[in-house]
């Protein structure tokens, strides 16, 4: 069973940092590709990002692109959402999803981001 649990969210300050950390279990995830998704209160969850576990471009939404930057450590199983330049809009529950080739995906818990103007 495929489990991953975000932390590192907290209330900073617009134009702070925070990192947070995806940790993986459960699988060996070479033929997955890991995801950061957020969903801001009354809105839609959306994408931030995803990097294939074994290696390969990794893709942004343009409304982070050049701020966060998404990283993993195979050999720990986990997955960084580095997120620098922070702006009240960046405010929501962040979570990791591991989605495999076959479709079938897993999400995590999620951790809370809150960015005070």
């Known amino acids: 069973q495929v489990q991953l649990v975000e932390s590192g969210g907290g209330l900073v300050q617009a134009g702070g940092s925070l990192r947070l950390s995806c940790a993986a279990s459960?699988?060996?995830?070479?033929?997955?590709?890991i995801g950061w998704f957020r969903q801001a209160p009354g809105k839609e969850r959306e994408s931030v990002g995803a990097?294939?576990?074994?290696?390969?471009?990794?893709f942004y939404a343009d409304s982070v692109k050049g701020r966060f930057i998404i990283s993993r450590d195979n050999a720990k199983n986990m997955v960084y959402l580095q997120m620098n330049s922070l702006k009240p809009e960046d405010t929501a529950v962040y979570y990791c999803?591991?989605?495999?080739?076959?479709?079938?995906?897993?999400w995590g818990k999620g951790t809370l981001v809150t960015v005070s103007s």
């Open positions: 990097v294939p576990w074994s290696g390969g471009n990794t």
């Open positions: 999803n591991a989605l495999r080739a076959n479709g079938r995906y897993y």
């Open positions: 459960g699988r060996t995830f070479s033929s997955y590709t």
